[in-house]
C-alpha cells in the first residue's frame, strides 16, 4: 500500500512537472512570437524607407535639402517655389522614407527592442527635426501608425507646436 501511494505521488509529481514545462514552454512561444512581428514590422519598414531614398536620392536629395536650408527652409516656405517639380517629388519622397524610419525606431522602442537611451531624447529630437519639414512641404502622418501619431502629439503639445489631428492630417493654417 505504501509502495503505491509513494508511487502515485511520484506520479502526481511529474504531471506537475510537465505542466510547469508546458507553461513555460507557451510563454516563451508567446514571447518569441512579439519580438518575431517586430523584427519582421522592422524588415519591411527598412526595406521600405531604403525604396523610397533610392528613388530620393541618387545623389540629389542632400543637394536639394542643401539648397532649401541655404534658401532658409523650413522657416521660410517660399524656399519650396525655388524647387522644380522634380525635385520637389524627390524631396517629399526622402521625407516619407525619414518618417518611416522614424516609425520604425518608435515602434522598436515601444516592444523594448532598444535601449532606454536610444528612445526618448533622441527620438524627441528626430521627430522635431523631421515632422515639421515634412508638414512645410505637404506631407501627412496618416500612412504612420496612431500609436506614433499620439507620440508626435504629445511632444508637439510639449514643446507649444500645433500637434497633428488624430488622423494624422494637419490641422488648417490660420492665415
Not at 56 to 62: P, S
Not at 126 to 136: C, F, I, N
Amino acid at each position: 500500500m505504501k509502495k503505491d501511494e509513494l508511487n502515485d505521488w511520484l506520479v502526481f509529481a511529474a504531471n506537475v512537472g510537465v505542466l510547469i514545462g508546458l507553461l513555460l514552454l507557451v510563454l516563451e512561444i508567446r514571447q518569441n512570437s512579439e519580438l518575431m512581428r517586430a523584427e519582421v514590422h522592422m524588415m519591411r519598414a527598412e526595406g521600405k524607407a531604403n525604396r523610397q531614398m533610392d528613388m530620393a536620392n541618387n545623389g540629389v536629395f542632400q543637394t536639394i535639402h542643401a539648397k532649401l536650408a541655404d534658401a532658409g527652409f523650413p522657416g521660410n516656405r517660399d524656399a519650396l517655389d525655388s524647387l522644380t517639380t522634380e525635385e520637389r517629388f524627390r524631396l517629399q519622397v526622402g521625407y516619407v522614407a525619414i518618417i518611416e524610419v522614424t516609425v520604425n525606431w518608435f515602434i522598436q522602442c515601444q516592444h523594448g527592442l532598444l535601449l532606454d537611451e536610444t528612445c526618448d531624447r533622441p527620438q524627441r529630437r528626430q521627430v522635431l527635426w523631421v515632422v515639421p519639414r515634412a508638414r512645410a512641404i505637404g506631407i501627412g502622418l496618416g500612412f504612420t501608425p496612431s500609436s506614433f501619431i499620439a507620440e508626435v502629439q504629445r511632444i508637439f503639445r510639449e514643446e507649444g507646436l500645433t500637434p497633428p489631428n488624430d488622423d494624422g492630417s494637419w490641422p488648417a493654417e490660420e492665415p
